[in-house]
């Protein structure tokens, strides 16, 4: 007869005993902040079956010198077998808004019209059982398109 142990270690009950990692996204109190837009991209999201672009904001404190946190902002650009912006959606009229024109060509809408920016946004909570903090409008842009450039004043600074 083959003696068992009660007590002895399981390898199988040690693997499910390891803690469950959970990466949390932060949560702010609602409303209007400046923030900078520091990351912009799209994929497909294999979750929700559809094309998808993601803009991550660090949202920063009253003075501009320190990030509250980094939040996030979804546009849905369809569910094809490739991204689609539509007129009707928010990512068409929204790019325009931050390209400052209508795209010169109409199948090029880079998500990098968005990025190393600063806007004023409005902040809102998720829904569900672990609500998170998102960007739900970009209220207005404070910086121009992206290689946008500043001219210089020549009647200023000049000697006589």
Known sequence: MRQTHLHAPDKKAQVES???KWEDYARIPAGQYRAYCKYGKHYRDPGFKRWTCLLRWDVLTDDLLCALACVPMWFSLGDGKKPRASRRGTYF???IRANGAP???????????????MARVRIEDTRGPAPYSVVRQIVEWDTGPQGHTVNKSHSQGVPP
């Open 18 to 20: 390891d803690p469950i």
């Open 93 to 95: 009229p929204e790019w």
């Open 103 to 117: 795209p010169a060509r109409k199948d090029r809408l880079p998500p990098s019209v968005f990025t190393q920016r």
